[in-house]
């Protein structure tokens, strides 16, 4: 009898584990679920918010050259022939995004604001070369250039100031290249140099498609000159991001 007993007490406690396990089991997946919905919500709020974030932004398409491209209300657009000039309307962005050093003039610097631009360029590339490629022979080109014009100068100063000693200084134009990559601009192969120019740097991309090479030109990151540089390279790195070529 004592053994009945126990063999009944056994099946009883197997049923109540069976029984905890199971219902463990169902909470368990309704917790899973709405964590799971939570965690897409917040990643399609996340993408919408990146998205969004130039929404209101005006749209200029070029049907003849093929492309298309996003610029803020803020900024002032110029178009002509084979160029576009995008300008950051200064007052908008007041005041500075940067503290600059005692005894810097504001009022006086109101009147000389630095100007954030972003251009682009459109030039004839008949023999339909990669950017890249076009990028490098671009380089050699403004490099000889270069060189002549400081052998001209070395020609007619002798003597003088940095040609004192009679030689001519070595410096061209590649020497002020900074850095150069390929990049990619939605899904578009594009290549960019980034050059020194006198106390900042401009960053060069070019961009290729069929007959045209498509030259962008803006402030690179940092700029001594600009107290809303970090913003305006913010802003000019979302204007060549919604560059897109048109069917």
Known sequence: MRKKFLIIGLIIILLMIGFFAYQWRQTKEQFKKPIKQKQSEEL????????????DWKVYRNEYFGFEIKYPPIALFHAEGNAIN????????????????EGWDWERHRELMWTASFGIEIIDNPLKLSAKKWAEEWIDKLDEES?????????????????????????????????????????????????????????????????????????????????????????????????????
């Open 44 to 55: 399609k709020d996340f993408e919408k918010e990146v998205t969004d974030e130039t929404a």
């Open 86 to 101: 995008i300008e950051i309307d200064e007052e908008s962005l007041w005041p500075p995004q940067k503290e600059m050093s």
């Open 147 to 247: 060189i002549q014009q400081l052998k001209k100068d070395c020609e007619k100063e002798k003597g003088k100031g940095a040609f004192e000693k009679g030689e001519c200084p070595s410096v061209s134009f590649a020497d002020y290249i900074h850095k150069r990559e390929e990049i990619v601009i939605n899904k578009i192969p594009a290549y960019k140099i980034s050059v020194f120019e006198f106390d900042h740097h401009k960053a060069n991309v070019f961009l290729a498609k069929d007959k045209f090479i498509y030259k962008i030109t803006f402030d690179d990151k940092e700029n001594p000159n600009d107290p809303n540089a970090e913003i305006h390279y913010k802003i000019n790195t979302q204007i060549l991001k919604s560059f897109k070529f048109i069917e």
